[in-house]
Each structure stands twice: as structure tokens, then as C-alpha cells.
């Protein structure tokens, strides 16, 4: 299993989160697949029934970056993106969507010069395509820090 050092910590922290919320917050089966984009400040989310070809995943993950980060078009200082995703049911075995999105993360991320990770987070954990990177669990719990 690859390993990720180069991936700042609050982001790991997103996406073990990300699977948190997943777990408790969808049924076990029969959700529909959920496309996500979030920075330290804000997290926008948008169901995705049926199939899409990669210029709509394109556009569709560009208007998504840009609406969290609306200052990319006027060329002014913004806040990074860290991380777009993509929650579906099923393993963590690689399925073609989620390739086809992180492509799609990719053409917008370089179209908004933003920084962006591409995921696949599932109820056992999350994998980056683009590494191959897994990180899988079987009991995950909330936990609480003393100091935010």
C-alpha cells in the first residue's frame, strides 16, 4: 500500500472525516454517488445520478471549485483548496468513475491554477487514484481533542 507523506495532515484529517461522516450519515447500500469539494473554510457538496462524459465531470467540478473559491476568476489571493472527493457505495477496490473524476479534478484544478487532492471515499475508508494510496478501516470512532 503506497503511502502519502507528502499530504498535509489536516488533510488526512478531512478524509478520515469525510469516511466518518459517510458511515453515519448514509444508508449501508443504495446511496447515490455525491461529488465533494472542501478547504479548511468551507465544504460544498452535490448529488450525481447517472452517468456523465468527462466534459460535464469538468464543468461540473469547475463550477464547483469556483463557487468555494470564487476569487480563482478575478485573479486575487485565495484560499487553497485541499481536497475534492467523491463518496460512493461499495469496497475500496478502484472503479472507473472514480479515474474519470479525478481526471475531471485535474482539468479543473489546472483550468483555476488551484491546488486540489482527488479521492474515493467509501463506508471502509478512502484511496487516492492517482497514487494508488488506501487507507482502509473496520472500527472507526469520533474522537475528541482537548484544544481545537
Known amino acids: 500500500m503506497p503511502d502519502l507523506p507528502d499530504l498535509p495532515?489536516?488533510?488526512t484529517r478531512r478524509m478520515r472525516t469525510a469516511v466518518l461522516d459517510l458511515r453515519e450519515g448514509s444508508p449501508r447500500s443504495g446511496f447515490e454517488l455525491r461529488l465533494?469539494?472542501?478547504?479548511?473554510l468551507s465544504h460544498l457538496e452535490r448529488g450525481l445520478p447517472g452517468d456523465h462524459d468527462l466534459g460535464l465531470?469538468?464543468?461540473?467540478?469547475t463550477a464547483m471549485?469556483?463557487?468555494?473559491?470564487p476569487a480563482a476568476h478575478l485573479g486575487a489571493r485565495?484560499?487553497?483548496v485541499l481536497a475534492a472527493w467523491v463518496t460512493r457505495p461499495g469496497g475500496?477496490?478502484?472503479h472507473e468513475s472514480d479515474f474519470a473524476w479525478a481526471l475531471a479534478s485535474r482539468q479543473a484544478a489546472a483550468a483555476l491554477e488551484l491546488p486540489v487532492e482527488f479521492f474515493a471515499v467509501t463506508r471502509s475508508g478512502w484511496h487516492h487514484p492517482t497514487s494508488?494510496?488506501?487507507r482502509r478501516w473496520?472500527?472507526?470512532?469520533?474522537t475528541t481533542t482537548a484544544a481545537a
Open 65 to 69: 471549485l469556483a463557487r468555494l473559491d
Open 9 to 11: 495532515a489536516p488533510l
Open 36 to 40: 465533494h469539494v472542501a478547504d479548511f
Open 138 to 142: 473496520t472500527r472507526l470512532r469520533r
Open 78 to 80: 485565495r484560499r487553497p
Open 57 to 61: 465531470r469538468t464543468d461540473v467540478m
Open 132 to 134: 494508488g494510496a488506501v
Open 92 to 94: 475500496l477496490d478502484p
